[in-house]
């Protein structure tokens, strides 16, 4: 498959991998697309992948290209290697580095919020086309810490109450747990949201990583 501008064609792969290994077969038939990024070929699921970092995060400083030079431990040597050679080092050494074919997919995400806000309004809009159910999967550089995730779904509800076209499904993907949000759930008195989190083991961010080359 031909690399997409800023090497996107990588995430979105990363991105099915995860949800067929952790939720099953129904995200096994999924394929890679445009508006939205992963496709049910029936329409009954559309998912768009993005990615989301905060404004004050210097990526430049985490380039791998850049550190090029550095004496790498003998332990993490394949993982070194892994990134220099694909240019790619999402799920890989706890997120510390980016390679350099994916620094631009970064360099250009916006905050959480400002991602969702954009995202939401696209999806109420049409954007995406015609599917029965929507899903948003956003790559998280930072760490989310439980209160900021269920947060994170008061605003994204809050944001498509009153939209005909709405998501489903929230994913949150970070280097070591993938949470999955469900948005028609939701008690507003109590602040309780439907949320699984599945821990991602440093041998499946390996797996996941190389299955998405």
């Not at 074919?101 to 995406?128: C, N, Q, T």
């Amino acid at each position: 498959m031909a690399d997409r501008k800023f090497g996107t064609c990588f995430f979105e792969r990363y991105a099915k991998v995860t949800l067929e290994t952790f939720l099953g077969e129904r995200y096994s038939g999924l394929v890679n697309m445009d508006r939205p990024d992963l496709q049910a070929t029936d329409h009954s699921l559309g998912i768009e992948v993005t990615r989301a970092m905060e404004e004050n995060r210097n990526v430049a400083d985490s380039l791998l290209k850049e550190m090029a030079g550095i004496e790498r431990p003998s332990h993490d040597r394949d993982d070194y290697e892994a990134i220099i050679g694909s240019g790619y080092a999402y799920g890989l050494q706890d997120g510390r580095f980016i390679g350099s074919r994916e620094y631009d997919y970064w360099r250009l995400a916006h905050p959480l919020k400002r991602i969702i806000e954009s995202k939401v309004s696209k999806v109420g809009s049409g954007f995406y086309g015609q599917f029965s159910e929507y899903g948003l999967y956003i790559f998280c550089k930072d760490i989310l810490p439980e209160e900021e995730i269920s947060l994170t779904l008061d605003y994204i509800m809050e944001l498509q109450m009153n939209l005909d076209i709405r998501y489903s499904t929230l994913y949150l993907s970070l280097v070591d747990s993938l949470y999955v949000c469900d948005l028609t759930i939701h008690d507003p008195v109590r602040r309780e949201h439907a949320i699984s989190r599945y821990r991602i083991s440093r041998q499946q961010c390996r797996k996941f990583f190389t299955m998405a080359l």
